[in-house]
């Protein structure tokens, strides 16, 4: 009876209680929205409220700046300005050296492809251009980093810390004094190999192990020069196509037919400035679109040829109207 009561009082005290169905707030002018002077609140919080805000938000970014301080620092700390980390198999460039060329075209579309007239002084100035600004850090020696290039040859150790000089007016026909041989429809090709970080080039300098596949004026080329002359990364250039190798006409290699071993290894040695060949079509057939394939040859550099994948070569085409 008395839980029969008890149960009675406690709906009695539910049913005095009415639901309040939210309501529309009460619309505020510019001014109460930035300060209610009844409740006191800016821009709808307290002073108290926005200072609780600050500090946490305030502790928070302090937080997360300092770890990511601390992990810049960890990364920073196993790295150096001098020389890789990771190098030679362990890096991702590998130990194969690519192999590139100029003068290239300022419009990416068109690289792989040297067009000029061969009486158009505009086109010609062209690709001229485009090599004295490649070439401009070999001929700016003045610049304070020629205080660290040494002059090389072969037999001599290159200095501890020292780089050896590439002279850009020692490539005969194709030094910029002749504008690289384009004003007599001879143009030179510049080949260069990429650097990689303490890679060290394995030679084909016995004359009796040279490859089968050799070019033969190469194997003359190095059967001709003396013993401690040998030791060069060789560079050989032909026509892709059987009709290309008749349109090519003889080649004419600057210094030298190849990559003398003093510029190796590369230590990142200040003023370094990467060797160059300068390859001279001495008589190119006019009005057809040559396609050259140069390669580089050493033991450890190698070689795979085609459109895709290529390695140890580099392919462009040169059309003299």
């Known amino acids: 009876m008395a839980t029969k009561r008890s149960k009675e009082k406690q709906v009695g005290k539910l049913s005095e209680y009415t639901f309040v169905f939210p309501q529309k707030p009460e619309p505020k002018t510019w001014k109460q929205i930035i300060y209610d002077e009844r409740d006191g609140k800016f821009f709808g919080r307290t002073r108290q409220s926005w200072w609780y ?3 946490f ?3 928070y970014f302090i937080v997360l700046f300092s770890m990511f301080w601390a992990c810049m620092e960890g990364l920073f700390y196993t790295l150096n300005d001098n020389y890789p980390k990771y190098q030679l198999e362990e890096s991702l460039i590998g130990v194969n050296p690519g192999l ?7 419009d990416v579309r068109k690289a792989g492809f040297v067009h000029f007239k061969q009486h158009n002084k505009t086109e010609m100035d ?22 660290n290039l040494v002059k090389c040859n072969f037999g001599e150790k290159r200095p501890t810390g020292k780089s050896c000089i590439f002279d850009v007016n020692n490539l005969g026909p194709c030094s910029p004094s002749n504008r690289y041989g384009y ?7 510049f080949l260069k190999l990429n650097r990689i970080y303490g890679w060290i080039p394995e030679y084909f300098d016995d004359v009796n192990d040279l490859p089968e596949n050799m070019p033969s004026d190469l194997v003359e080329y190095i059967k001709s020069i003396p013993e401690v002359e040998r030791k060069q990364i060789w560079v050989s250039c032909n026509g892709v196509y059987p009709g290309d190798r008749e349109a090519t006409g003889p ?5 030298s037919h190849g990559i003398a071993s ?18 001279q079509f001495v008589a190119p057939k006019r009005k057809q679109n040559i396609f050259v394939e140069c390669r580089a040859w050493a033991k450890n550099i190698a070689y795979h040829g085609g459109s895709r994948l290529r390695m140890g070569s580099v392919l462009f085409s040169l059309l003299i109207d």
């Open 53 to 55: 805000l600050f500090l």
């Open 57 to 59: 938000y305030g502790i």
């Open 100 to 106: 590139g060329y100029r003068p290239l075209p300022d």
């Open 126 to 147: 062209y690709w001229i251009t485009r090599l004295d600004t490649f070439l401009e850090p070999y001929r700016n020696l003045s610049s304070g980093a020629d205080q």
């Open 183 to 189: 004003n007599e429809s001879q143009p030179c090709i």
């Open 251 to 255: 080649f004419a290699f600057y210094p």
């Open 262 to 279: 003093y510029y190796y290894p590369y230590t990142n040695t200040k003023g370094y400035l990467g060797p160059l060949v300068a390859v």
